[in-house]
């Protein structure tokens, strides 16, 4: 881990970071005074201006907004309201929050003559005046504007509210006056009935109108419609044109009807044709093969006289011979019997072919009436087809006809009894309390607010506060050990003991300030401790600007050492030094410039101080160039001498920050103490001086907070065991050291 910084480690990857809660308490205590002190401020400058501020009253009225128009006569065509949808009502809210509403109702109450709502009344003149002198003259307002700047004024103290699923809404209105804000609700409420009632009235006029004169062009369109239909009955010589339907329809039937009887008869003809016509010859015994001639009945019986006959020839051959008469006669008879057969069925064939014949016309003359008629029937349906266009046309444009003509009679015998979709349900109460200011409310909110922002503003202080206040500071700005903190002398107690600034250098060695000397051992201590394994010998002591508190450090650490060791202590600080003048050296006594650079004056350059207890180098006169004589050869080799001389070098350095003087010393010694002035070194100016000192390999101890007002620290810091320490010696002062 970094010595220096332990907030990383030696890989350079962030170590965790934890949150110091008590830092932040510790920031709160500090400026626990200043938040108190804003707050107190600030809610009083509130409730001086709460208590400035005119009471505004509030009255409210409730309007229920029907969904369902209640009307005498149902018109929903003409107003075309649909009552069920959630966006007949938002339209309803938004004309209630409507700037015309407010400015009917702004007119009714001649609010221009009231100087709440009217910014260029006489009553406000005053303000006015004070507009024009910051802003300049301007033009005089118009009517128009004044009205304008009214009805805004008192657009903006309205208040719509609808109460959910529900018809109500809530018309609120504030005023100064509670009668006026009284007033103005109900005013509001039925400023919206009427309006509604006049909308209607006004919709159900232009509807009126507008059916009015479409109604004239559909009374035009159903007489041209009805014309045409005439004209074509009469081109057509159409008397009721179901009935001729009806006989045609009829008469088809019928025709077809003996059409199928001709065809079936016609096959049936046809077949005996064809069996006769299959004949090779229309012999006796050729005809005699076919069913329909020997199933004939006069055929049949022309057949059983020639069986009678041929069995009369058989038993006459048997008894006479073929020459006797009676076998002649019998012969005779059969033959005649024969040929009666023969002639019989020549005549029925011939009958054959003419019912075959008289089948085969009969079925085309009706096929051809079929086909007449069926063309008939075509042209009779294509009439009846046009006929019922003209017919639709004409019912179509007398419906629309009369559709309107009943409109309008409606419209004009309910326009003058128009109701509201709306009603007052709960009118205005006048208002006994004021809804704003709310003044405990504002009070508290300020108060909370103010030390709200108080807090922040001393996390603020504090984040681009850069300085080193206590130890904490040391450790979470720095990341370097402590090694002390001297607590600053309060300046009563400097006059008390009789004790000059200057002679804080030798306040170790009087004892009279018992905590300041407590402090230097604690540092002796810490110093001791560090060095145990590797003794310092050579210890450097510097700061980052003068003023810090260095040369006191520094000589009252070198006397505590005296107390132990052979000590000596070295004013190496040779740009501005002032070792000599605070332990009352004589004026241009020799020192460090002189041992420098005549080696052989070193004896007459050490000042010994029986008092304190231990030996002094000053600075002696200053050089021109203290650095070349610092880095000389002869001052390593006085810095020996010097070792082998004491057990203790205490060395006072030049500020870091000003010169290197003390950078290059720090390659010379042992060791080097940083000391640190409390609530006025800035972090980084220290950072960067110990970044040198590192860069340097020069070995730092540590840090000593100097001139820490331990009183304060106690208080908001939590170093109460300083100041339990420091107290019984009355060390508490906002006082600088030397």
């Known amino acids: 881990m970094n010595e220096r910084n332990p907030g990383f480690d030696t890989s350079g990857s962030a170590a965790v970071e934890v949150i110091d809660l008590m830092h932040y308490w510790r920031v709160f205590r500090r400026h626990l005074s200043k938040i108190i002190a804003l707050t107190v401020v600030a809610t009083a400058i509130a409730v001086l201006v709460v208590m400035s501020m005119t009471p505004i009253y509030q009255a409210t009225t409730t309007l229920l907004i029907e969904a369902e128009q209640a009307k005498v006569v149902s018109i929903e065509e003409v107003y075309g309201l649909d009552g069920k949808s959630s966006e007949y009502f938002e339209t309803q809210f938004e004309i209630l929050k409507s700037r015309e509403l407010a400015k009917r109702v702004a007119l009714e109450l001649d609010l221009v003559n009231n100087p709440e709502f009217n910014p260029y009344h006489e009553a406000n003149a005053k303000k006015f005046s004070l507009k024009e002198y910051l802003m300049g003259p301007g033009e005089a307002p118009t009517q128009d504007q004044v009205l304008a700047d009214t009805v805004d004024n008192f657009w903006k103290s309205i208040t719509i509210s609808p109460i959910r699923k529900t018809q109500l809404v809530k018309v609120s209105v504030q005023s100064e006056s509670p009668a006026l804000a009284q007033k103005a609700a109900d005013a509001m409420a039925n400023a919206y009935i009427k309006s509604q009632m006049e909308a209607k009235v006004g919709m159900t006029q232009q509807a009126a109108v507008w059916l009015q004169d479409r109604l004239g062009g559909l009374k035009s369109r159903l007489d041209e419609s009805e014309r045409k239909l005439q004209d074509f009955r009469e081109a057509n010589n159409l008397i009721d044109v179901e009935g001729v339907d009806t006989l045609v329809a009829k008469q088809l039937d019928e025709i077809t009807k003996r059409l199928v009887e001709a065809s079936s008869v016609r096959l049936e003809s046809e077949t005996i044709y064809r069996q006769l016509e299959s004949l090779s010859d229309r012999s006796y015994e050729s005809l005699s093969g076919l069913p329909l001639i020997l199933n004939n009945p006069l055929v049949a019986r022309l057949r059983e006289n020639e069986t009678q006959a041929e069995l009369k020839v058989s038993e006459l051959s048997k008894r006479y011979g073929p020459k006797h008469p009676k076998m002649v006669a019998a012969q005779s008879d059969l033959d005649a019997v024969r040929e009666s057969v023969r002639t019989q069925m020549m005549r029925i064939a011939s009958g054959i072919e003419k019912d075959y014949g008289t089948a085969v016309s009969k079925e085309a003359a009706l096929q051809k009436a079929l086909d007449q008629k069926v063309a008939e029937v075509r042209e009779l349906n294509r009439t009846e087809f046009t006929l019922n266009e003209y017919s639709r046309e004409v019912r179509a444009n007398r419906q629309l006809y009369e559709t309107f003509f009943d409109r309008i009679r409606e419209t004009n015998e309910t326009g003058e009894l128009q109701t509201a979709n709306a009603r007052i349900t709960d009118p205005a109460v006048l208002p006994d309390e004021p809804v704003k200011p709310n003044k405990k409310l504002v009070v508290a909110l300020v108060l909370v607010v103010s030390g709200m922002f108080g807090v922040g503003l001393a996390f603020l202080l504090d984040a681009l506060d850069a300085t080193l206040k206590n130890p904490e500071d040391i450790d979470r700005k720095l990341g370097t050990p402590l090694l002390g903190m001297m607590p600053m002398i309060d300046s009563n107690v400097l006059k008390k003991l009789d004790i000059e600034d200057g002679r804080l250098v030798r306040a170790f060695a009087d004892e009279t300030l018992h905590g300041f000397s407590e402090s230097i051992r604690t540092l002796r201590t810490s110093l001791t401790l560090a060095g145990l394994e590797n003794p310092a010998q050579v210890i450097l002591l510097t700061s980052s600007v003068p003023g810090e508190g260095k040369t006191t450090t520094s000589a009252n650490l070198a006397e505590a050492y005296g107390q132990m060791e052979k000590t000596v202590l070295i004013d190496a600080d040779m740009r501005r030094p002032t070792m000599a003048k ?8 020799k020192g460090l410039a002189n041992a ?51 057990q203790r070098i205490i060395i006072d350095s030049a500020p870091m920050r000003l010169v290197s003087d003390a950078l290059y010393l720090s390659s010379l010694v042992d060791g080097v103490v940083y000391v640190v002035k409390a609530d006025s070194t800035r972090d980084k100016l220290v950072n960067s001086s110990l970044v040198k000192l590192d860069e340097s390999n020069a070995r730092v101890y540590g840090v000593v907070l100097n001139q820490l007002n331990v009183s304060k620290e106690s208080r908001y810091g939590g170093y109460g065991y300083y100041a339990g320490y420091y107290d019984a010696y009355g060390y508490t002062s906002d006082e600088k050291n030397a």
Not at 615 to 620: Q, T
């Open 582 to 589: 605070k332990l009352g050296l004589p004026p241009n006594s």
């Open 596 to 646: 420098v650079a005549y080696p052989d004056t070193l004896e007459e350059c050490i000042h010994h101080m029986e008092e304190l207890g231990i030996d002094v180098i000053p600075a002696g006169p200053i050089p021109p160039n203290p650095l070349e004589l610092l880095s000389s050869r002869n001052f390593e080799k006085l810095l020996e001498t010097l070792r082998g001389r004491y």
